[in-house]
């Protein structure tokens, strides 16, 4: 018997809606449960710049899913009993099987507007808003994207953007039922162990989520001349990432890595749209975010929530559980900029106890720093924790940064960290 679910998205009225588009926003959430789909169709217009997007897109969140939520065990999701077997762990199986059915071709347009404005996709989490203050510092006047979807996630970005509203900063939002979406797929299927996701602080499948967002988007990005569409994503080490079972993967996270922001970008200038996608934190490690948010940007400090089980209290604030993964690593960041963790609703003690069984989500080298300093009460200065990071793929410092930035970003982030390091076999080392 065939179930359905109605998927909406709904933006400010006034912005022109393209059945494209909003029909690649819905795709993208269906791409996080194709491995475990045979067939995928698209009953709207695509052109082959989106069929490209969504095979290449399929094929490596397939592998996403396969590794780290069936063979690498770190979130025991799914019932034992359909996990792979020894044999069955080969790059052929991480890929799937899924295709696509298209059922109308079309050219894209070329002709949409040139853009120049800087939008920030946003939410209660430091990296978006380190973003939004240093572009509004670097006098961008920047858009601020939320995307506010219909369960308890919206109250860690409610927040910032009520206070964005106040203060005047130009606001947009989309609202959707994307998670209720994930919710239901969830529930449809018996390989899921639901005793080990009901509690978890990630999800069980869903490794696709920030293309949703994107996509959602781009009808505003059009309308409004975005030029730089901005994600806040810190720097996660290539070291800390070997291939599992000779299967190149990105740990979970392909949708906030540089290559996906370098696909997505190419995706949008093959559909006529002017604008990249970006990370102006991308070489440098959450600890040092917080770090810079707290410090230079007390007004934005003040509104993080990175808690995806944020409540209310008892006198209407939302508050962050405090003790999940997410939560216990805020708490250690924090600590590192020696800021107050009570004025975003943590408690000052009891950090310590918490982070042997938080199983944190950082890369094992930034963990060792910030354990070793909270334990000693000194954060060692020569650490490349505190440095800006120079790829081995990057000619130069900030070549992922459009060169109109780079001295701007640069400026801010030197007044807080050690200096540039590269990569070398031995690990990472101090410029000269």
């Known amino acids: 018997m065939g179930r359905e679910f109605r998927l909406f998205f709904t933006s400010i009225p006034g912005i022109p809606q393209d059945t494209n588009l909003v029909g690649m926003a819905a795709t993208a959430a269906a791409i996080n449960y194709a491995l475990f789909t ?38 025991e999701f799914f019932q034992k009993k359909y996990l792979p077997e020894e044999d069955e762990i080969t790059p052929e199986e991480a890929v799937g099987i899924t295709r696509i059915h298209a059922s109308e071709i079309i050219e894209d347009q070329m002709d949409r507007k040139k853009g ?18 240093m572009f509004q510092e670097l006098g961008e006047n920047p858009i601020a994207l939320f995307f506010n979807e219909s369960g308890g996630h919206w109250r860690a970005a409610q927040d ?29 299927m018996p390989i899921l162990d639901p005793r080990a996701f009901r509690w ?59 290559a996906f922001q370098a696909k997505f970008t190419s995706y949008m200038k093959k559909k006529g749209i002017d604008c990249e996608l970006w ?86 080298s930034e963990i060792e720093f910030l354990e070793e300093g909270l334990t000693t009460g ?11 990071h120079i790829s081995s793929l990057e000619k130069a410092p900030f070549s992922a940064i459009p060169e109109k930035f780079r001295d701007g970003i640069h400026g801010i982030l030197k007044e807080y960290t050690n200096g540039f390091w590269s990569q070398g076999k031995n690990g990472w080392n101090r410029v000269k």
């Open 38 to 75: 045979r067939d995928i169709y698209l009953d709207f217009p695509v052109s082959e710049a989106d069929l490209e997007f969504i095979r290449e897109s399929i094929k490596i969140n397939n592998t996403e899913v396969f590794v780290n939520r069936l063979c690498r065990r770190r979130y």
């Open 116 to 133: 120049k404005r800087v939008a920030v996709l946003s939410s209660g989490g430091k990296e978006s808003l380190l973003s939004h203050a």
């Open 160 to 188: 910032s953007c009520n206070v964005y509203s106040e203060k005047g900063y130009q606001v947009y939002r989309n609202w959707s039922n994307i998670d209720r979406f994930y919710s239901f797929m969830n529930r449809l």
């Open 200 to 258: 978890a602080d990630d999800y069980p499948v869903q490794l696709f989520t920030f293309p949703v967002y994107l996509l959602s988007f781009l009808p505003a990005v059009v309308e409004y001349g975005i030029g730089h569409l901005i994600m806040g994503n810190e720097f996660d080490d290539p070291g800390e990432m070997p291939p599992y079972r000779n299967i190149k993967h990105f740990y979970g996270i392909y949708d906030q890595s540089v």
């Open 279 to 364: 990370s102006p934190i991308y070489n440098i490690y959450g600890s040092v975010v917080e770090d810079i948010l707290a410090r230079r940007y007390h007004d934005h400090y003040v509104l993080q929530r990175s808690c995806h089980s944020c409540h209310y209290d008892e006198h209407g604030n939302v508050v962050p559980c405090g003790k999940c993964s997410k939560c216990v690593g805020v708490r250690m960041f924090i600590d590192y900029a020696g800021a107050d963790p009570s004025e975003i609703f943590y408690p000052k003690q009891g950090l310590a106890d918490e982070i042997a069984g938080a199983g944190l989500k950082l890369d094992p």
């Open 378 to 388: 000194t954060y060692r200065k020569d650490s490349h924790i505190r440095g800006i």
